[in-house]
């Protein structure tokens, strides 16, 4: 078994920052492309940013100057470091990955339970 294990979520005031961070643990054998998701309530979860195992990275335009997201392969994980943080950035940030497993070589999409940021003043 697999699993996602986010952290580094809050409360901060606009134009604040933080730093989330995601673990994959368990029998990995292979990740692929690794990325951050959002969901506000009542709408669709939507990318925020992915980076491939190859380090090619890919944002959502309002994120773009804002957000720098990267990976430490050796330890199989992702962190998404958020500056200048707006109130609209607010949500419950997912962490995703394309992995294999040891029992099943084909890759599947896992997801992590979830961090909320909130930006308010």
């Known amino acids: 078994q697999v699993r996602l294990v986010e952290s580094g979520g809050g409360l901060v005031q606009p134009g604040g920052s933080l730093r989330l961070s995601c673990v994959a643990s368990?029998?990995?054998?292979?990740?692929?492309?690794m990325g951050w998701y959002r969901q506000d309530p009542g709408k669709k979860r939507e990318l925020v940013a992915t980076i491939t195992r190859g380090g090619s990275i890919n944002y959502e335009d309002s994120v773009k100057g804002r957000f720098t997201i990267s990976r430490d392969n050796a330890k199989n994980t992702v962190y998404l470091q958020m500056n200048s943080l707006k109130p609209e950035d607010t949500a419950v940030y997912y962490c995703n990955a394309e992995m294999s497993t040891s029992y099943s070589l084909a890759y599947s999409q896992y997801w992590g339970q979830g961090t909320q940021v909130t930006v308010s003043s």
């Open positions: 368990g029998s990995i054998f292979s990740i692929n492309d």
